[in-house]
Nanobody
Framework: QVQLVESGGGLVQAGGSLRLSCTAS????????MGWYRQAPGKQRELVAT???????NYADSVKGRHTISRDSSKNTVYLQMNSLKPEDTAVYYC????????????WGQGTQVTVSS
């Protein structure tokens, strides 16, 4: 079982920055991957960025060059630094963790609202 607690959302003007944090209830090295997803009103949840246990990162094309995923293993925390925010970045952002052994399971945080005003 993994509990994920997110923080850092809020209201920001276009062009601004926010940093989201996600703290896991156990060592992030015991998780195969962690990531951030987002869901805007009326849309499906979509991948924003992921980081594997080995440190490999993956980004959605829409955020490449603007957002950066990172981690601090000493705090069991993954971050999403979001720069040059656009109104289309407005969504609820969810932290995700994946465990593949003994069976594949996905864990989700409660979500944090990010609103970018134009």
């Amino acid at each position: 079982q993994v509990q994920l607690v997110e923080s850092g959302g809020g209201l920001v003007q276009a062009g601004g920055s926010l940093r989201l944090s996600c703290t896991a209830s156990r060592s992030i090295f015991s998780l195969n991957a962690m990531g951030w997803y987002r869901q805007a009103p009326g849309k499906q949840r979509e991948l924003v960025a992921t980081i594997s246990s080995g440190g490999s990162t993956n980004y959605a094309d829409s955020v490449k060059g603007r957002h950066t995923i990172s981690r601090d293993s000493s705090k069991n925390t993954v971050y999403l630094q979001m720069n040059s925010l656009k109104p289309e970045d407005t969504a609820v952002y969810y932290c995700n963790a994946v465990v593949v052994f003994p069976v594949r399971r996905n864990y989700w945080g409660q979500g944090t609202q990010v609103t970018v005003s134009s």
